[in-house]
């Protein structure tokens, strides 16, 4: 993808495994941008250096909203680790997130 | 200016309509679905809201060359693909075509974390992109409310909702929209509200343990439309409203016409009975002989060497052919010959449009030239009046179209046209009425013809007998004391006969009187004959003895000189004449 922005962090964390997550935004849209800052952060939380961020701009790329079945904007996608997962809205609660990235669970 | 006309006022632009294709519907609808405007389709599960869109859409693109895009967000592409290709519409052929696009949003079973605000610009994004990919006109969503079971925040779906449809006018595309009803209100979550121009309802109801589909234009900004629930189909071909007769009246009109089986009815009707493709209804109480007529006419048709399909609602074939069998109709002969099928069922068995289909069906395969549907009014059992009447609307039209000619019988509980009998009257071409009259102590049947377009038919009524040789009509007697039937028939003629006998008997004494009266004029006549030939006799004896005239008058000289001379000495006893040649002088 053309709009790809990659955050990785120096020190791995007891789980190697590298997360693949993809963000669908419309455009420079304010909730769009809030959520890509958002997400950035979170992950340098909870996945340093284990996560690999792409945002897909459906404004020039509208087929791959059906063939990626995409409907609200923002979403971020769980790509890696299976299965997938999806979450919408722009990734304010960070409770939710981590909740909908399965990532609350496995800290406890 | 009084008295001068005033300019006509410029006719304000009609409400644009995109057509449906959908038989009966654009008829309802005065044209078709508002144009670049989202319609609702309503109605609770299975009522055939899917296959509207869907028939809407796959008419657009191949009878009005309007591309089209379907958004599914309860079957998936494959799924519908498969369920329409029954009705013969081919979506993976027009899809390849570029002409339709399926796109199947998959929301169900997917769990969606909502963690802030989110707008649809998803679905916007790929419902664009369809449509620019296709140049589609219309748009079919369905249903949109299974979003509802997918995110949590309702507040922004709905105002998103209203987005949609606000965008969907933007973009200028015919949309049909589709809900499940709710209750108390349209759709389940009152996505109603939204969709302001036009809004169907469709619905299912199950009475009398048999369903039938109806659709309702519930409302239609800017345009007249139907307000009845009209009665729908889903046939072989798709969806049909009902009632459309328009269908009908372009069939292909027969003069030929049709022996009724009863040859008194067939001079009734004019030249020789019922016109081929014609619709007749045989109406009467309870066992006043219409089955038998039907069987009648079968029996007769079959006897041609064409075939008959009989539809029987109340009798089991082999219940008809026996009471046939007993008024000397031989129904077993044709039905061995394989040129009269009865089909026996109860109409409860299935709904009004199950029973059309399955009756359909089989005159199609069977292919006869004259169809019984035997009584029409069973059918009132699991429909309305108006029900049954849009369903035989439909079967006419098909049997004309096929140029079958068709019988349908009904019953009446009274002597008053029934229930059915309404609203089918102004379906038949020939209308026959079987009626029972009391009187002597006997019931009898009178046979009418209550109408019978395009023929000069009798105005009489006639006794219709049941013989052990089928039907025959008999005159009726008119007289001072009102119609004769049965024996009060009989005796008349018998009375008639004896009237004649007396006539006779009295002819006879004139003629006789007549003879007598020749005998004595002709007795006279001879006596007068006799008369006159004597007179001749006499006369001939003169002519021939007498001498002529100049010697008579000689010898009466000689006479007279004799008798002067009287001492002139006689000469014989003769006078001594001479004449007299012995007497010597």
Known sequence: ?108 | MLGAPAPAAPRPPTLPKAPTGISGLDEVTGGGLPRARPTLVCGPAGCGKTLLAMEFLVRGIVEFGEPGVFVAFEESAEDLIANVASLGFDLAALEADGRLVIDHVNVLGAEIEETGDWDLDGLFLRLGAAIDEVGAKRVVIDTIETLFGAFENTAVLRSELRRLFGWLKERGVTAVITGERGEGQLTRYGIEEYVSDCVIVLDHRVTAQTSTRRLRILKYRGSLHGTNEYPFLIGETGISVLPITSLGLRNHVSKERMSTGVGRLDSMLGDGGYYKGSTVLVNGTAGTGKSTLAAQFCDATCRRGERALYFAFEESEAEIVRNMASVGIDLQQAIDAGLLRIECFRPNVLGLEGHLFAMQRTVSEFDPSVVVMDPVSDLLRIGSGADVSAMLTRQVDFLKARGVTTLFTSLNSDHNPGQADQQIASLVDTWLLVKTMEGNGELNRLLYVLKSRGTAHSNQIREFVLTDHGIELADVYVGPQGVLTGSARQAQEALERSDGAARQEELDQRRVNLDRRREAVEARTAALWREFEDEADVVGHLLSHGSTGAEDRADQRLEQGRLRGADEPRTGPNGGGPSDPDGGT
């Open chain 1, 1 to 108: 993808m053309d709009t790809t922005w990659r955050t990785e962090a120096g020190d791995a964390g007891t789980e190697t495994e590298v997360w693949h997550l993809r963000l669908y935004v419309a455009g420079q849209s304010p909730k769009s941008l809030r959520a890509f800052v958002n997400l950035t952060e979170l992950c340098e939380e909870h996945l340093p250096g284990r996560h690999e961020i792409e945002v897909i701009d459906l404004m020039e790329h509208p087929g791959l909203a059906r063939s990626d079945d995409i409907l609200a904007i923002p979403t971020l996608v769980r790509r890696l680790p299976a299965p997938l997962r999806k979450i919408i809205g722009d990734l304010s609660d960070t409770e939710r997130v981590l909740v909908g990235l399965r990532l609350q669970s496995r800290r406890r």
